[in-house]
């Protein structure tokens, strides 16, 4: 096996059977440390739920939401995750359109990834209302009332392009699960078997059956391509729809999606960083891949850094003393949010910089430690362009603070808690590489081959 | 399990579920038991849902005003303004609707008690006070009645019933009456008629925060409004400290504490120099030279001078210092002021004799009264909601209450000394009494109740047992005329024959009685009749008592319809004359040590104190700091950094007397070398809920009373320290400057007053905004809005704010809160931005002037926050309302979100209303639970139930499409027919002859961020101001109001370099002008 820290393809598995083994050792009894992780994550989630049940006994007013930042904690990190969501389609469905070679051993997770940060996603938009209960009105539900829906509102919009997104990206990971739960199937026995063999839909492996799903994923990943795409342009819209000074912008949706799949991007590589190591699985996922994803957190990062430079160009040219009042604002190192918005320009512009450089862009640790630096300035991203424009509103005697309470917080976390049980159940069950794939890149067996015995 | 048990379990499972789902969770979908019965009998002129209107007049003394109290239902929701009253405008004071949450606290007495133990009233209480009365007459003891102040009938009966009647206020008026009476030689307020004006010179008196009465601040918005008479009255303001009122000033002069006095003469003998008067006033201003005082004042003599020429220009009035001019020579203030007002020639137009006549106590007197407790004089104190104990901590008075024989309290809610009497009589409030009020000479308010006493039935939370709390209280008249009937000083069967016994005498009698007498009796005298007449017997004829005239139960019943009473003394000047001398105080200047001076300010909603246990004077914002529940030392800046403190921090006020720890609020409203600090809280009292534990008691800071037994509030000295210490004060206002995005918007005053607000060429033309044109290509093809303006059929509502009349006293939001059910939520969730208030006063600096901006939901045309409403729970209504659907909401907020004005509120919880708060809930509006959105409606349950009203009346011979007249629509909102200056007026835009129409075409119209095209329905007429230069007149016609050239930045008064020659090629310039401001592209 050539040495993991070099940046060419990795040297496949020798055989399906290899292959095989490799990716079904993940499934062996789960180890203490597993355990541990999955009991922190657990317990995050379940300070969340109390949270909220504690937001649904008494009100909106746990939380610190406050005139005039009506929006917090819970639509930065909405956004935060519908941009974490943005990278598992753009890499199993754009890349695989492209024929990115690359793709193939990291897809199956980013995948997973994207389905679980959606999932995480579509909590905020719910818990966030007032009146959490009444949230089926946002759906075109026949009723005597004769109530509807009014269309023109960008939340509106959200609704229909994130469960969308949400149920082509599910049903695109699940196909291209199917002929991998078959060798799970095939691989395991008993009661685990039957799942399996109900999971995997009859999946035989026939010339047929491979004919007609060549053809489904085709279509599947050009169905996902768009979406990935058109979801963070309507979630921008949520902002850019608004009048609010410094939301009210036309850059908005290529900012957005240039910065989702920035994150996205960044948080494939905090997650799959650490499983490469606890499940070795530097015969399919090495370096290589972490420099393509690198690559284009590096390219997103540049689009990005070009982003909130044009917003202040802009503010600046276009004379309005809204928009320009709130970005100089929002640079000012001494105003209420100053330390947010260098954080997010540390963190998104400067802290990518060292990966131009191919030595710490092939080192592990580097290459982990920045990912996480993205992950918190985009964080922080959303909360400039959400908490800042609102708190410094239109009317100057409106203006106050906002800093979430303990709630949001708690909130906050119970999602991570969520979004990690979910990618951490997943990791143990289904298979976190695409076998089937991989095994595209093996020479077929030949007669006398390894896996011919 | 077959079909039909299933179908059973089914059933049982399902409506066992439902039914505990009723009784799950009491606090808070807590809703009380309910019946819904008709009336048997059903009374007279009630109908189920139609509110009735009762006239009657809210508070006490000299600042009575004749009100409507609106009855639904067996209680009155509201107080409403009385359009029918003379001598005052149409408007609600703040205090009534104090008065009226007051009425429903749940801390008021709940009926007489002796200490703790409850009492009956006719087998306990009166003749338990009537033992007490008699043995102390017959122990040769006082019986005292100390009181807030009162007029009228009360007066008289109390005068034949106990010995000693002292009416004392903390910041009343005693300075005031007792200069009248060293200068006129008569104990009683003078009259003040600011509508005449063009000078309005205040030495602190805060005539616009409430001083005088609620009718002064109405006066001043006439004398402010050059609409007819072409004149803005110019407001000056002499006093060390500027409050809400002195913000309005068109010039504060800051001078040093105590020396007011000292300029006020200085400026009488140079007015008398100007205007050659002579007579007594002038040798009884004595000897003063303008440098002296304008040295001791800390001012330039120029100012001085400056105000004297001013004042001699004519129309001029001079108001005394009121609670905030009281130093240690307020006495000689008050006279000085009347005499500059006489030498102005102010008497008898703009000042007279026809004010208050009632007595009016010194806090000498209350000095005395302690002497005479002491010393075991006293057998009797009579408490009527005076609270010495709070208000004079240093007289003693706790302790000396102690040494009275019976101590007696008529207050209805408890206070510090109401609390320390022994026996607790609460009296029936102003909205369940009978009464009467004489605020001004010949100006008589009569008062009926307006309802029972309440009596509630209800279900305690997760209780079965219904409950029954009457509040059992009697009318303090009463129990004094069954004392009098005991004393036998007193006749009349009860205090409401009394009263009309007494309105025979002094009113019916005179009105309807004596013209045809006096006729009869010229006639017999000519003629050599007899007279009196003689009867058949010869004897002479005895006429019946005024009162049991035939004509008089009609007569008295119109006057309680009517709320009301003026005869032509009201109308006639009352001239006064100089009589007596003034010793005038060599030292003015404030005692003690120190190096500051404390200034201490009654709290603006609060008051003296009387209104901290009310929940919406504490949460309503101070109109200054917007600081809510609280006490608060100002200071300025450079005292700040001197003292090395920032905003909140704490700091020791140390003087003579006492010392008390508060916070900093740094302001330019004070001097240097003072500190202001709000009177009025610091109540530590368990059962006063919700001022206990508030603040903290200025009162301790201030000791001894002036040369003349008034009291020197603010003639102290203190050491300010800081303690290291933080507060956490709450405070609800944002940024102090409108960042010139046109929130705060001047005019200059001369150029408003030559064209008032009679429609422009270029509406908006004085306030030098500048207003981008929009392309001629564009409205060539009639094309000028991108999306189509919302079609108004019949109505659109719309409302006018003026800016200028708007003082920031903030009885619209008050009036807001108790129309539209707006939950008070503390001052804990108040610090969290949570406060539902649906007017906000922005208060601004911009340049020499302070703005009060009223902002409410703008009601726009193209609203921004209908749009983002993902399931249309607020949307545009047919006239024109952006209408709220609370029971659609789902509490998404976007809506807030999108709202340039911030006028939205959320409701982050289901706030409660403590029992008996609920009973003055409005039913007409639907009270909110948590996760909603809601907003100023333009009070539509009144739109709506005058629209009906009108199509009800109209029929088709008349008008079936019948439209609310302008007449109707412009007080119709809650605040706008609260507002004492008229600064809101309500109306129909599509109605080109409306009010609203109209001053949308002033020279003075903007709209605050109309460059985000929202169509508001709320435009603003700006401020105007003698600091700015006038705007630049325009050059032609054809640029619609495109190219008001901002002749004032700012407001600073800083001319814009524009050439002369500029108003020849207008085109040009004007082209280039726009042009740059679009993006500079031609």
Known sequence: MKDVYSTGEPNRPESYGAANRDIIRVLLKPSAAYFAMLFVAVSMMLFGVWCEYQQIRWGMGVANIKHPTMWGVYIVTFVFWVGIGHAGTLISAILYLVRSRWRTGVYRASEAMTVFAVMTALLFPVLHLGRMWQNYWFFPYPNQRQLWMNFKSPLMWDVFAISTYFTVSAIFFYVGLVPDIAIFRDHSKGLVKKVYGLLSLGWRGTHRQWHHYMAAYGFFAALAAPLVLSVHSVVSWDFAMANTAGWHSTIFPPYFVAGAIFSGCAMVITLLMPLTYAFNWHAYVNIWHFDALAKMCLLTSAILTYAYGMEYFIGWYSQNPYEQAIFFWRADPWADYGWAFYIMVFCNCVAPLPWYFQKLRTNPWALFIISIFINIGMWFERFNIIVSSLAHNFDPATWDYYWPSWIEWGILIGSTGWFFTWFLLFVKTFPAIAITEIKEMIPPPLKGSLEAK | ?1082
């Open chain 2, 1 to 1082: 399990m077959n079909r039909r048990n299933f179908l059973q379990a089914l059933g049982l499972g399902t409506g066992a579920s439902a039914l505990s789902a009723c009784g799950l969770d009491y606090n808070r979908y807590y809703t009380p038991i309910e019946q819904i019965l008709p009336y048997v009998v059903k009374p007279e002129n009630v109908t189920p849902g139609v509110p009735t209107f009762f006239a009657t007049s809210i508070t006490t003394g000299p600042h009575a005003h004749p009100v409507l109290a609106r009855h639904r239902d067996g209680r009155v929701v509201h107080v409403g303004s009385n359009k029918h009253a003379p001598l005052v405008r149409a408007c609600v004071p703040k205090a009534a609707l104090l008065e009226l949450q007051r009425h429903y606290s749940p801390d008021r007495y709940k009926g007489p008690m002796e200490g703790t133990a409850a009492l009956g009233w006719n087998d306990g209480a009166v003749p338990k006070l009537t033992a007490a009365v008699q043995a102390a007459k017959s122990a040769g003891k006082q019986v005292v009645w100390l009181g807030q102040y009162r007029s009228g009938s009360m007066v008289e009966l109390l005068k034949s019933v106990v010995d000693k009647v002292v009416m004392w206020e903390p910041n009343g008026y005693e300075a005031e009456a007792t200069a009248a009476q060293m200068v006129f030689g008569t104990r009683f307020l003078p009259r003040y008629d600011l509508a005449g004006a063009s000078y309005v010179l205040s030495f602190g008196a805060n005539v616009l925060g409430g001083w005088g009465g609620t009718r002064l601040q109405s006066d001043f918005a006439i004398a402010r409004n050059p609409n007819g008479d072409h004149v803005i009255a110019r407001y000056a303001h002499v006093s060390p400290y500027r409050d809400q009122s002195a913000a309005n000033a068109d010039d504060w002069f800051a001078v040093t504490p105590g020396s007011e006095v000292l300029v006020a003469r200085a400026v009488a003998k140079l007015v008398a120099q100007k205007t050659g008067f002579s007579g007594p006033a002038v040798a009884a201003l004595g000897n003063i030279d303008t440098a002296t005082a304008a040295s001791a004042a800390g001012i330039d003599a120029a100012a001085i001078e400056a105000i004297a020429a001013q004042f001699a220009s004519g129309n001029a009035v001079a108001l005394p210092g009121g609670a905030i001019g009281a130093g240690r020579a307020a006495t000689e203030l008050a006279a000085a002021t009347y005499l500059l007002n006489i030498v102005g020639g102010a008497m008898p137009t703009l000042f007279s004799g026809g004010g208050y006549r009632a007595p009016i106590a010194n806090t000498k007197d209350i000095m005395d009264l302690v002497a005479a407790m002491n010393a075991g004089n006293v057998g009797v104190l009579l408490v009527d909601e005076a609270n010495p104990v709070h208000a004079l901590p240093y007289s003693g008075f706790a302790e000396a209450m102690g040494k009275v024989g019976t101590t007696v309290a008529f207050s209805s809610h408890p206070d510090e000394t109401a609390e320390l009497c022994k026996l607790k009589m609460p009296a029936a409030d102003t909205f369940e009494d009978w009464g009467d009020e004489e605020p001004l000479l010949g100006f008589t308010l009569l008062r009926q109740p307006a309802m029972s006493p309440l009596n509630l039935i209800h279900r305690p939370l997760g209780e079965q047992e219904q409950v029954a709390t009457k509040w059992d209280v009697v009318s303090a008249g009463e129990v004094l005329v069954r004392v009098g009937q005991a004393l036998g000083t007193v006749t009349a069967k009860t205090w409401r024959d009394y009263l009309r016994e007494r309105w025979g005498r002094m009113v019916f009698d005179a009105d309807v009685l004596a013209p045809p007498r006096d006729r009869a009796r010229r006639e017999a005298e000519a003629s050599g009749a007899p007279w009196p007449p003689v009867g058949p017997d010869g004897a002479p004829v005895v006429e019946p008592p005024p009162h049991q005239d035939a004509r008089f139960g009609a007569w008295f019943n119109k006057q309680l319809a009517n709320g009301f009473h003026k005869n032509d003394l009201a109308e006639r000047p009352q001239v006064l004359n100089v009589t007596g001398n003034v010793q005038w105080a060599a030292d003015v200047a404030p005692a003690g040590s120190g190096d500051m001076t404390a200034i201490l300010v009654p709290h603006a909603h609060v008051g003296d104190g009387r209104y901290a246990n009310t929940p919406w004077a504490q949460e309503l914002p101070d109109p200054m700091s917007g600081i809510v529940w609280d006490t608060w030392a100002e200071i300025h800046p450079d005292t700040a950094a001197k003292l090395g403190v920032v905003d909140r921090d704490e700091v020791e006020i140390k003087s003579a007397n006492g010392s008390v720890k508060t916070s900093v609020e740094i302001t330019k409203s004070v001097r240097p070398d003072t500190v202001a600090i709000q009177l009025g809280q610091g109540h530590a009292l368990a059962s006063m809920r919700y001022a206990n534990g508030i603040g903290v008691n200025a009162a301790l800071l201030a000791k001894d009373v002036d040369a003349h037994g008034a009291m020197a509030w603010s003639g102290n000295k203190v050491t300010v320290t800081k303690t290291g210490g933080r507060t956490d004060v709450v405070h609800t206002f944002g940024g102090d400057s409108d960042e010139d995005r046109n929130f705060a918007v001047v005019v200059n005053a001369e150029q408003f007053a030559a064209k008032g607000d009679a429609p422009a060429d270029h509406p908006g033309d004085l306030t030098g905004i500048h207003h981008l044109e929009i392309d001629k290509r564009l409205t060539d093809i009639g094309l000028t809005d991108f999306y189509p303006i919302p079609q108004h059929p019949t109505y659109r509502f719309g409302m006018t704010v003026d800016t200028d009349a708007c003082n920031g006293c903030g009885a619209c939001s008050i009036a807001c809160y108790a129309e539209n059910n707006l939950p008070v939520v503390g001052r804990e969730k108040v610090r969290q931005g949570r406060e539902m208030s649906w007017i906000r006063i922005d208060r601004f600096y911009k340049g020499d002037e302070t703005h009060f901006v009223p902002m409410m939901c703008q009601h726009c045309g193209h609203a921004p926050c209908e749009s983002v409403c993902p399931v249309w729970a607020t949307y545009h209504s047919l006239d024109g309302l952006n209408a709220m659907v609370y029971n659609r909401c789902v509490g998404t907020r976007y809506c807030s979100n999108a709202c340039p004005f911030s006028a939205r509120k959320f409701n982050y919880h289901t706030y409660v209303w403590p029992e008996p708060f609920n009973m003055q809930l409005n039913p007409d509006v639907v009270t909110r639970t948590m996760g909603v959105m809601e907003k100023c409606s333009f009070c539509v349950q009144r739109i709506r139930s005058i629209k009906s009203a009108y199509k009800d009346a109209a029929t088709e011979t008349t008008n079936f499409n019948a439209v609310v007249p302008d007449a109707a629509l412009a007080r119709l909102p809650a605040c706008a027919e609260a507002c004492p200056s008229q600064a809101l007026t309500f109306g129909n835009l599509e109605d080109p002859s409306s009010t609203v129409t109209r001053t949308r075409k002033s020279g003075r119209n903007y709209f605050p961020l109309e460059d985000l095209n929202v169509f508001s329905a709320v435009n603003y007429l700006a401020k105007a101001s003698f600091h700015v230069a006038k705007a630049e007149a325009h050059h032609g016609g054809g640029h619609g109001g495109g190219d008001a050239h901002g002749a004032t930045e700012g407001g600073h008064g800083a001319e814009k370099a524009h050439d002369g020659g500029h108003g020849g090629g207008h085109d040009e310039h004007g082209k280039a002008d726009e042009h740059g401001s679009a993006g500079d592209h031609h």
